[in-house]
C-alpha cells in the first residue's frame, strides 16, 4: 500500500492533520485543549501550516510521539509549553537529533510511557499502545477510546 501525504486540513470535527513537506503529524482539538501527536520536522514549515488551520503553537499543551526521530520530534522546541510524552522503551541517551531537546531525562516537561498507560488531558482520555514486534521506541495512543494515532 502506498502512503499518500495529506494536505494541512481538519479532517473532523476535533481532528486536523499537518503536512511538514514529507510527513504528516496529527492534532486533537477540543478548542479548549489541542494536542499533537508528533511534531514535524521544519519549524518553518510547520508554522506555516499550523497558521492554515489557525493553531499556535504555544496553545498545544501536550505532545504525545509516537517514535523517537527527527521526522517525528523535530519541531519538539516549538511547543514550549506543552508536556512532552514517549515511549519507557526510548533511550533519550541513543536517539537522534528529534529527541534533542528531551535529553535532561529530570525534566518534569517530559514523560515516559507504558504499554497500557493512560493519560488524562482536561477530560481527555489518552491511552498508550505498544504494538509487540514493532520497532523499538515506537508507541500508538488511542484517544476516548475511539481515535487511533499510530
Known amino acids: 500500500m502506498l502512503f499518500k501525504l495529506s494536505k494541512t486540513q481538519q479532517i473532523t470535527g476535533n481532528i486536523y492533520v ?4 514529507i510527513s504528516n503529524f496529527f492534532i ?11 511534531t514535524g520536522f521544519i519549524p518553518s514549515v510547520v508554522n506555516r501550516e499550523l497558521k492554515k488551520i ?14 523517537p526521530s527527527f521526522y517525528h520530534a523535530g519541531c519538539i ?25 528531551c535529553k535532561s531525562e529530570e525534566n518534569e516537561k517530559y ?11 482536561d477530560g481527555i482520555r489518552i491511552k498508550s499502545i505498544v504494538f509487540p514486534k514493532h520497532k523499538l521506541g515506537s508507541i500508538s495512543y488511542m484517544v476516548n477510546d475511539d ?3 499510530i
Do not use: Q, W
Not at 499537518?18 to 513537506?21: E, I, K, N
Open 111 to 121: 514523560k515516559k510511557l507504558k504499554d497500557g498507560d493512560v493519560v488524562d488531558v
Open 28 to 38: 486533537y482539538s477540543d478548542f479548549r485543549t489541542t494536542i499533537c501527536f508528533d
Open 147 to 149: 481515535i487511533l494515532f
Open 54 to 67: 489557525n493553531i499556535e503553537p504555544k496553545s498545544v499543551s501536550h505532545v504525545f510521539l509516537t517514535y
Open 18 to 21: 499537518v503536512r511538514s513537506l
Open 77 to 101: 522546541k516549538l511547543f514550549k509549553n506543552a508536556d512532552i510524552y514517549f515511549s519507557a522503551e526510548t533511550s533519550l541517551r541513543k536517539s537522534g537529533k528529534g529527541m534533542s531537546s
